[in-house]
Nanobody, 123 residues
């Protein structure tokens, strides 16, 4: 049974950092395209960052480039998102997701989802 469990969200001040984790079970993370998505109130879910299983190529949405870093630990079957220099507009529920193959970092292309973790950036 495929399962993804996110952790690491919370309340942080602007300029602060958080590291999100996504523990995968029921499948081998390294063989899947995987990514982080977020959904703010009243907005559509968007792709934040994704990793391709074929070549480990990474994608970042423009708004997080230079601030967020996606990585994975294959031994732990875990995906991470290091978030630095956080801004209030980063406030959202963050989800990790996986799929055998995705052509883009779009929510519609991902099959398996975690329950999400809330990130709130506020002073």
């Amino acid at each position: 049974q495929v399962q993804l469990v996110e952790s690491g969200g919370g309340l942080v001040q602007p300029g602060g950092s958080l590291r999100l984790s996504c523990a995968a079970s029921g499948f081998t993370l390294d063989y899947y395209d995987i990514g982080w998505f977020r959904q703010a109130p009243g907005k559509e879910r968007e792709g934040v960052s994704c990793i391709s299983s074929s070549d480990d190529n990474t994608y970042y949405v423009d708004s997080v480039k230079g601030r967020f870093t996606i990585s994975k630990d294959n031994a732990k079957n875990t995906l991470y998102l290091q978030m630095n220099s956080l801004k209030p507009e980063d406030t959202a529920v963050y989800y990790c997701a996986a799929t055998p193959r995705a052509w883009a970092c779009l929510p519609s292309m991902y099959d398996y989802w975690g329950q999400g973790t809330q990130v709130t950036v506020s002073s």
